[in-house]
């Protein structure tokens, strides 16, 4: 399984971004797939989550009403749209899928990870 992001680069505050993270040897159906966000010496945190058997949405309390997070048909890319940019949204943000078990916002829950993308906002 291999999990590719992209879309990440520098935006001002109040900016938008569109991350994406494309799925190859993985079917994508009946599991989780979550965008995580790990600032400069923080730990990674959960952002959003998305359930892909029948398309349920989490959030974090920090990004409510900012990001959304879909998949596409095949279920194998999942998208972050952020809007509304904070300089605190800067980070690394790694996708990741397959939770085997527990909460979905812990990062130690899923097997699999993409290599990351920056977003930095200033």
């Not at 879309?7 to 989780?32: E, F, H, I, T």
């Not at 949405?57 to 990004?63: E, K, L, P």
Request: charged content about 15%; aromatic content about 14%; overall charge neutral.
């Amino acid at each position: 399984v291999q999990l590719v992001e992209s879309g990440g680069g520098l935006v001002q505050p109040g900016g938008s971004l569109v991350l994406s993270c494309a799925a190859s040897g993985y079917s994508g159906s009946s599991d989780y797939r979550a965008w995580f966000h790990q600032a400069p010496g923080k730990e990674r945190e959960g952002v959003a989550a998305v359930y892909t058997g029948d398309g349920s949405t989490y959030y974090a309390d920090s990004v409510k009403g900012r990001f959304t997070i879909s998949q596409d048909n095949t279920k194998k890319t999942v998208y972050l749209q952020m809007n509304s940019l904070k300089p605190e949204d800067t980070g690394m943000y790694y996708c990741a899928a397959n939770l085997r078990g527990g909460s979905w916002y812990w990062a130690g829950n899923y097997k699999y990870w993409g290599q990351g993308t920056q977003v930095t906002v200033s």
